[in-house]
């Protein structure tokens, strides 16, 4: 069964860090490029960064371009966003999200990881 | 850059069909794959299209996709409605290496 647990989530305040992670099971994790989208409260989707399995294609939106970085660790079937100058826009689920072989849609999702920014 | 645009919300009856679109504010809306996703109140999303019409394995047949070039916009049609449909839905393309999703339709049904 494909499985996709996010942690790391809390409250910080604006200008800090947070670091929110992805532990993938069920599949061959090396084999999908695997992204992040995010939800503020009440508020639609919204796609935060994408990574391939090979690390070499990495994109971001741009609300997070330059404040965040994602990456992986296929040997430990991880998926990581290190988040930084957070701001209240920040706030919301923070969902990880494997492309499917096509790397045309979602094909899996976690259940999210809370993130609030407040001070 | 574009915008897909959706209706906020629409209503329908058990047993009755309705077509929520996504109009894209800019570029054909056939030069990139469009899919959509169901999110359940307090669940995780899910996709019920892909590349436009494509059902995932073990969505119902009661959902399909399709996209109309004259008004630049995509469709998903649910058929045979049922309250396990009241769900939000939103479509997502890309523009170029990015993904964009539209706003979101609330589905109610009653």
């Known amino acids: 069964e494909v499985q996709l647990v996010e942690s790391g989530g809390g409250l910080v305040k604006p200008g800090g860090s947070l670091r929110l992670s992805c532990t993938a099971s069920?599949?061959?994790?090396?084999?999908?490029?695997m992204n992040w989208v995010r939800q503020a409260p009440g508020k639609g989707l919204e796609w935060v960064a994408s990574?391939?399995?090979?690390?070499?294609?990495?994109y971001y939106a741009d609300s997070v371009k330059g404040r965040f970085t994602v990456s992986r660790d296929n040997t430990k079937k991880s998926l990581s966003l290190q988040m930084n100058s957070l701001t209240a826009e920040d706030t919301g689920v923070y969902y990880c999200?494997?492309?499917?072989?096509?790397?045309?849609?979602?094909?899996?999702w976690g259940q999210g990881t809370w993130v609030t920014v407040s001070s | 850059n574009f915008m897909l645009t959706q209706i906020h919300s629409v209503s329908a009856s058990p047993g009755k069909t309705v077509t929520i679109s996504c109009t894209r504010s800019r570029g054909s809306i056939a030069s990139n794959y469009v899919q959509w996703y169901q999110q359940r109140p307090g669940s995780s999303p899910t996709n019920v299209i892909f590349?436009?019409?494509?059902?995932p394995s073990g969505v119902s047949d009661r959902f399909s996709g399709s996209i109309d070039t004259s008004s630049n916009s995509a469709s998903l049609t649910i058929s045979g409605l049922k309250t396990e449909d009241e769900a939000d839905y939103y479509c997502q393309s890309f523009d170029g290496v990015n993904r964009v999703f539209g706003g979101g339709t609330k589905l109610t049904v009653l």
């Open positions: 990574i391939n399995s090979g690390k070499n294609y990495i």
């Open positions: 069920g599949f061959t994790f090396r084999s999908h490029s």
């Open positions: 590349e436009d019409d494509q059902r």
């Open positions: 999200a494997r492309d499917d072989f096509g790397d045309l849609y979602f094909d899996f």
